[in-house]
């Protein structure tokens, strides 16, 4: 009974363990086939996902054939183009060479036919427009050698990434941009960089340094608030306006206080110029302005606004009409707007520089009136820029701003700028204001501010700088101008030394002096040889048609650099003067340029070195005899052979040494040249 009770016990644990077995294997095949199921599921989605990122890069492949394919057809479509210009240009300047001799007057101009087309003869050229050719013209109105000119095969290739006017801003040139970019690059130094680049050109070394030694080291130039650190009023912020329009009223001598709320402040007077020109012009229309001028103007109304200037020349020579050189007269006004308008040229405006960059010329309060006459005859806007106004530094020469005048004849056209850049030698605090009555101006400029605007902590120290009026008017003011005569009547009398026309004018920081006698021809072809020579051999000038002058040979020289650093060219060209007067005319003419320049220490010395062919620069001063030269160069060769090691360390015999082929080279050769 025992025995069969644990059977029947037995057989039924088991009977229920089996079903157990049966139910969780079911549960297993169950689960494992749902696995399975998700898994294919996951499988297709995936094999769908791989095919649709399959597509999507072929579509994206096409795409990219596409556009390389497009890319490719427009660089076709360019070169023809170009072809096309080029060979119209050679048409031109075939028909030209053939139908006109080249002048050598100042109005003559070498036509370069391996750039471009020709240009109006009195708009700056838009810098979408290709280069341009000048070619030898009478009209006085036309520009001379162009800028774009400058780089030759150098210039940017047009670029599929950038639009039109992209590529125009790109590939634009400037004589000025190009030499500033090469100082910048070989900047000389006495120590780290002694046989780099001197710069005569625009460096600003001596006002600067008394504005930081004194002045902005000041404890209370540092100090920081939290209101400078907010979005400020895009005209400036108030304080600062307040403190320019007290200074200009005490500086510019106006008759009544000038209202805060009339001013202007933004990046830099090239910013105003711009944002000035976009509010009064549209594009393509023109603005007056007497050559030569600063040539960075041009940028700043044409490159953003699309506003050309219309040059009324200047002429050189004194005549019966203009008792002075580069002398401008309302008479001369009219007459370049008469032309204008039988052009077709729509004329907004007229900018005048007083005083004046390059010429350094002062006008009188008179000359300004009737300036500012004609465009109010003319309802013509006077964009009056006053930056050097403090930099009259001439016993015999005064200056009158406009802002002086009892009344001005338009007020609502006259717009007046001035800015740190010059009178303080501060051109890298980017602060410049424009002061007009026309309230419409303002705040179309308000609007424009955004882009143009000054920090706020640099706002609070200019407006420090300006409210110190003991320190302006006694330390300052009168160092900087005693400075700049000082340089001045150095600079003027090595020019003399040296015979170099100049103009006597008593503002600015330079000089325009008359390289003209240096060159072969009269032609700004040579001018630009001159200023590569220049260059090259690391002395920086700036050359007559940067500042679009209608005379070749001019040069601009800044002298308000440090004084051993003139000395480095100035004594230089006097000492190769003298030792070569008489050996500058030779059948093949080379130009032993003094402008490889070391300084060590406080002593100077110069190395004179040949130039190239292709910089090969005539000077036509004082010419001697034959006789004369060939005496005077062989001298020069003997004083050079006996004076070098070069022959010592050179001999056939030491070369043997080396190379015993080399001996007999040399005796082969000379017994060939004996025969």
Known sequence: ?????????????????????????????????????????????????????????????????????????????????????????????????????????????????????????????????????????????????????????????????????????????GILQEGYTQYHANKYDENSNPDEMVAVYGVLHMALTLCFLLQLTQPDMLLMEPSLLQYPDWKGHCFLREEVAKF???????????????????????????????????????????????????????????????CVPLDSEVSESDARPFHLSAEKLEHALERAKKEGVNVRAVILVNPHNPLGEIYTAEEMTSFLNFAKRHELHAIVDEVYMLSVFGEDFSFHSVLSLERIPDAQRTHVLWGLSKDFAMAGVRVGTVYSENRDLVQALDKLGNFHGVAGPLQRQVAQLLKDKE???????????????????????????????????????????????????????????????????????????????????????????????LQLGLTAQREKQNNEDNAREMTTTTFSAPTKLHCKGNNTETESLLLADEDTVVFNCQSSSTSESLDSLIGSLRQQIQSSDWLEKNRPELAAGEDPTQLDVFKELLDRARI
């Open 471 to 565: 320190w302006l008017n006694e330390v300052f003011l009168p160092e900087n101008r005693r400075r700049l005569k000082k340089a001045h009547q150095y600079v003027a009398a090595q020019l003399t030394k040296l015979g170099i026309p100049y103009l006597h004018r008593g503002a600015g920081f330079f000089i325009w002096a008359d390289f003209s006698k240096y060159l072969k021809e009269q032609t700004f072809v040579e001018e630009l040889c001159l200023w590569r020579c220049f260059v090259k051999h690391r002395v920086l000038l700036s050359c007559s048609q940067a500042f679009s002058c209608s005379s070749p040979g001019w040069f601009r020289i800044v002298f308000t650099d440090q004084q051993r650093h």
């Open 248 to 310: 200009l009223s005490e500086h510019c001598r106006s008759p009544v206080p000038l209202k805060a709320e009339n001013m202007v402040v933004m990046n830099g007077c090239g910013s105003i110029f711009c944002a000035v020109a976009a509010v009064l012009c549209d594009p393509d229309d023109a603005i007056l302005i007497p050559s030569p001028f600063y040539g960075v103007i041009t940028e700043d109304v044409d490159l953003y606004s699309g506003v050309k200037l219309y």
């Open 1 to 173: 009974m025992t025995g069969s009770s644990h059977s029947v016990l037995f057989r039924q644990r088991k009977r229920r363990w089996a079903g157990r077995g049966i139910a969780s294997g079911r549960l297993l095949e169950r689960a494992l086939a749902d696995f399975l199921g998700w898994q294919q599921m996951m499988e297709e989605r995936y094999l769908s996902l791989e095919e649709a990122r399959m597509q999507q890069e072929a579509q994206a492949e096409e795409r990219r054939e596409q556009q390389e394919e497009r890319r490719a057809q427009q660089n076709r479509e360019h070169e023809l183009r170009l072809f096309s210009l080029f060979t119209g240009v050679l048409a031109a300047a075939r028909e030209k060479a053939d139908g006109i001799s080249i002048s050598t007057s100042k109005q003559g101009v070498i036509p370069a036919p391996s750039t471009a087309v020709p240009e109006p003869e009195s708009l700056s050229v838009h810098p979408s427009s290709p280069p341009p050719v000048q070619g030898s013209s009478p009209d006085p109105s036309a520009l001379p050698f162009t800028p774009s000119m400058l780089r030759g095969d150098q210039v940017p290739q047009y670029s599929c990434y950038l639009s039109r006017r992209g590529n125009s801003i790109r590939q634009h040139q």
